[in-house]
Antibody
Framework: EVQLVESGGGLVKPGGSLRLSCAAS????????VNWVRQAPGKGLEWVSY????????YYADSVKGRFTISRDNARNEVYLQMESLRAEDTAVYYC????????????WGQGTLVTVSP | DIQMTQSPSSLSASVGDRVTITCRAS??????LAWFQQKPGKAPKSLIY???SLQSGVPSKFSGSGSGTDFTLTINSLQPEDFATYYC?????????FGQGTRVEIK
């Protein structure tokens, strides 16, 4: 069974850090790119970051550039999102989603992990 | 950045209705468009990729069309389980951008 499981969310103070993990099972994550997408409470979906299968290509939304770092460990079948200098506006559920290269297809999402940035 | 504009923002429909949601890109994106369904408290679910290709396991009552800047998602014979929020996303370039969502409610 294909699964993506996010972990690492929680409550953090403004200016703090968190590392999210996205663990894959039931398939070989190294064959896929991975996106992080977030959703603030009551809001729509916001794309955050992407890492290609071999980590050659990495992209960030302007809202997180310079504060978030995406990485992957294909041996562990995991992708990470290191989040620094967190702000209240980073409060959201964070989802990872796998992406096929061709045809371009974001076909499977994890269940999400909640990050709350609050004093 | 490419802006994605969905319309309407919300709609009310009855069971059995046919519903159409539109998504417009601020510049041409070929057919690099996906549609997702999200129910309250749940993760998004992929419905369509490549503007018109159905994800495996998605019922054929969902269909997508369009190319360039204008796209549509059609849901035939609306059922109770189809009441949800639907998002489009362009996969043409980075940053990837989503439409603001269309909430489909029961009339």
């Amino acid at each position: 069974e294909v699964q993506l499981v996010e972990s690492g969310g929680g409550l953090v103070k403004p200016g703090g850090s968190l590392r999210l993990s996205c663990a894959a099972s039931g398939f070989t994550l190294s064959n896929y790119g991975v996106n992080w997408v977030r959703q603030a409470p009551g809001k729509g979906l916001e794309w955050v970051s992407y890492i290609s299968s071999s980590a050659i290509y990495i992209y960030y939304a302007d809202s997180v550039k310079g504060r978030f770092t995406i990485s992957r460990d294909n041996a562990r079948n995991e992708v990470y999102l290191q989040m620094e200098s967190l702000r209240a506006e980073d409060t959201a559920v964070y989802y990872c989603a796998r992406e096929e290269v061709w045809p371009i297809n974001v076909d499977f999402w994890g269940q999400g992990t909640l990050v709350t940035v609050s004093p | 950045d490419i802006q994605m504009t969905q319309s309407p923002s919300s709609l009310s429909a009855s069971v059995g209705d046919r519903v159409t949601i539109t998504c417009r890109a601020s510049q041409a994106i070929s057919n690099h468009l996906a549609w997702f369904q999200q129910k309250p408290g749940k993760a998004p679910k992929s419905l369509i990729y490549g503007a018109s290709s159905l994800q495996s396991g998605v019922p054929s009552k969902f269909s997508g069309s369009g190319s360039g800047t204008d796209f549509t998602l059609t849901i035939n014979s609306l059922q109770p389980e189809d009441f949800a929020t639907y998002y489009c996303q362009q996969l043409h370039t980075f940053p990837r951008t989503f439409g603001q969502g269309t909430r489909v409610e029961i009339k």
